[in-house]
Structure formats: C-alpha cells, structure tokens
C-alpha cells in the first residue's frame, strides 16, 4: 500500500505562512490535500507540518496532519518522520512477506495546490515492491526550458532508471548549435514527485551530504552515489509550484488557461 505525505513548513524563506494563503477561497494547504486525497493509489494522505497553526487547519477541514521537527533538512526527512510517528506503528506483515500495509510513501509537494491526482496514480503504477526510490520526467520541448539551470535535468538507462541529474544539459552534442539540441535528443527534465519504499527511506535519511549532491544542490544524487537506484516514470503532467507570492497569479492564469 501506499501513504501520501504532504511537507508543509510555515517558515519559508520566500514565502512565509505560504501553506496558509488563501487560493480562491480555501487555504493552498487544504487544495493539495483534496487533490491527493482523490489519488487512487493512495491508502492515506498526511501533512507533515512544522507548525501549529498549520496542524489546526489541517484538523479544522477533516485532514490528518503531524507535528515534525522544524530543522528538518529537507521534505525527505520530514517525510520520514512523519511516516514514524503518523504510519509506522500501524504496520502489519502481510502473510509474513516483510511488506508491510504502508510499503511506499509519496512525497507530495506542498506548494503545488493543483496537482492532478491522476499524476499521483501515474507515479503509484511504477510501485511494484522491487522499486526503491522513483520520480517522474517529461520530454523538453523548448531550447530555454533546457539550459533553464533551476530545473533538474535527468539522464536513464534502458530500464528508465536514473543515471544522472544535472542543472546542466547533459548529454553535450558536439557540431549541433545548443539552442537545436533539443530536435537531435530526447532531453528529459525532472517533474513531480518522490516516492519511497519505507526501508530505503530510513536509509537515505542517514547518508552524509555527498560531493554531488553539494555541487548539484540536488538531494537525489546523494541517493544514486550510495548505490540506491531511482525509477523514472514519463508523465505529461506539468509542475506548477507556488514559491513566491506573485506565483499565485501566474498559476491561477495557468491553470484557468
């Protein structure tokens, strides 16, 4: 089975109280959770929040919402807490497998509060038990998307596994102009969500920062140099995140569009 867990800091640098603005009449928060909570694969959906004011919102519309440290790190650690204190008690064997009734958890973006819950269940169908870590990609179209360094490029084997993420464009085509490399190679760039078999998260939340990882700034290549492989699964389904508070009304044209 698998659990959704939606981070929601208060304290965001951009952005503060960013869980609580209101998006056209309900809180950004409670809109991902709706989203989520109409996701079929998912069994549960929590808010991992680091906040009080937060947790009661949460509460207040029917969500189910735990308390977590506030200097988590990232949301993969606070995913992990939560996933301890909200799931992991709860956990049956099933017929004495070793996997239990939460195997995989979701990451769900807690800034992104359209997310499609058939985007969810596109990342569940790659969840078969042998899976350790996955993420989600789409093709780029646009030679600006490309060489876009905030977005996370990503290379895969044969069997849609990563190989590499960069803010770089990899592979480099020697003799073609950059700005037509996108109609000479299928580039890919990362989009969506993180999910975690409940063993690998446990240990990918006590690995040192890695090398890559600091040159990167991308958590997830901390995860590949140890040896950890990430299913990549296509998507059609766009990233839409609210980090600044002019992101509203660019995601509400977006979305209306």
């Given at each position: 089975m698998i659990i959704g867990i939606i981070p929601a800091r208060y304290a965001s640098t951009r952005f503060p109280g960013k869980p609580l603005i209101d998006i056209q009449g309900k809180s950004m928060i409670q809109r991902v959770y709706e989203q989520a909570s109409q996701a079929k694969?998912?069994?549960e959906v929590i808010v991992a929040t680091d906040d009080e004011r937060i947790l009661q919102h949460v509460q207040s519309f029917g969500g189910k919402a735990v308390m977590t440290h506030p200097d988590h790190p990232s949301g993969t650690d606070r995913c992990w807490e939560a996933y301890c204190f909200g799931v992991k008690n709860q956990e049956v064997d099933?017929?004495?497998?070793?996997?239990?009734?939460?195997?995989?958890?979701?990451?769900?973006?807690?800034d992104e509060?359209?997310?499609?819950?058939?985007?969810?269940?596109?990342?569940?169908?790659?969840l078969d038990g042998s899976v350790e870590l996955a993420s989600q990609m789409i093709p780029v179209s646009d030679h600006e998307v490309l060489f876009d360094v905030g977005e996370a490029k990503?290379?895969?084997?044969?069997?849609?596994?990563?190989?590499?993420f960069s803010r770089q464009v990899l592979p480099f085509l020697k003799g073609v102009d950059p700005k037509e490399w996108h109609n000479h190679h299928t580039y890919y760039r990362q989009v969506g969500m993180y999910a975690y078999r409940s063993d690998i998260l446990e240990k990918?939340?006590?690995?040192?920062?890695?090398?890559?990882?600091?040159?990167?700034?991308?958590?997830?290549?901390?995860?590949?140099?140890?040896?950890h492989k990430i299913k990549m699964g296509l998507t059609s389904y766009e990233s839409h995140c609210i980090d600044t508070p002019e992101d509203v009304e660019k995601v509400l044209r977006l979305m209306n569009a």
């Open positions: 694969c998912l069994s099933v017929n004495n497998s070793g996997i239990t009734s939460h195997s995989y958890i979701i990451n769900i973006q807690g509060p359209f997310v499609a819950p058939e985007q969810i269940d596109e990342l569940g169908a790659v990503v290379i895969v084997n044969h069997n849609f596994e990563a190989i590499y990918i939340t006590k690995l040192p920062v890695s090398d890559l990882e600091k040159a990167e700034s991308l958590e997830q290549l901390r995860w590949i140099q140890n040896g």
